[in-house]
């Protein structure tokens, strides 16, 4: 089966309007952060040179791995996944192409332990943002999303030395992840120790 972007698009359109309605605390997990991670597994599929129909594949999981956030803000992914499935059943989407989003989906739960390609493109592409120069920015974003949702405020300190450890402990999967974007990620980090650690 060939790359069919009508898919892509019914399922654009779906999530891009379900998104919309994400509450306003959720300044880290929104449209913004879903557009990111659909960009970067298009880059990535090709890096990783996946077929069009496992690109797809990535695309319409990539789209769907944060939509649970509008059900549920801890065990989204799995939400995530039940949306998927009903909306790829009511398009018809072809059955073991619909397993094999929910299965992307459920390896972005983190620690993630990806089993193929596809899954290593989308838990790449997740991660992407660790690799930006404003990755200290949107950290503190995040910070201020669990605040919001915990009703609990996260010490500053405990928030460094938490994002230090993930930062340290997290390895990209794809081939472009380890040569180029861990690079990247390993250049915020000693950005983050020296702005953030020695206070």
Not at 52 to 63: F, G, K, P, Q, R
Not at 84 to 105: G, M, W
């Amino acid at each position: 089966m060939q790359q069919n972007n009508n898919f892509i698009e019914e399922v654009e359109k779906y999530v891009g309007k379900l998104l919309e309605k994400l509450p306003a605390e959720l300044c880290y997990h929104n449209l913004k952060h879903t557009l990111e991670v659909v960009e970067a597994s298009k880059n990535l599929a090709v890096e990783s040179g996946l077929s069009a129909e496992h690109t797809e594949i990535v695309i319409i999981a990539a789209w769907f791995h944060d939509c649970g956030h509008t059900i549920t803000y801890f065990g989204h992914e799995e939400a995530g996944m039940e949306i998927a499935k009903n909306f790829l059943n009511k398009i018809e989407y072809p059955s073991d192409h619909t397993q094999e989003v929910l299965r992307c989906i459920a390896c972005t739960k983190y620690p993630s332990q990806p089993q193929n390609e596809m899954q290593k493109v989308l838990c790449d592409a997740d991660m992407f943002h660790l690799t930006f120069d404003d990755y200290e920015y949107r950290s503190m974003k995040l910070k201020e999303e669990l605040e919001a949702v915990t009703h609990k405020e996260i010490p500053f300190q405990h928030w460094c030395d938490t994002n230090l450890e993930f930062l340290e402990d997290h390895c990209y999967f794809t081939n472009y992840g380890k040569k180029i974007l861990t690079f990247f990620k390993e250049s915020n980090l000693k950005k983050f120790l020296h702005d953030y650690c020695n206070h």
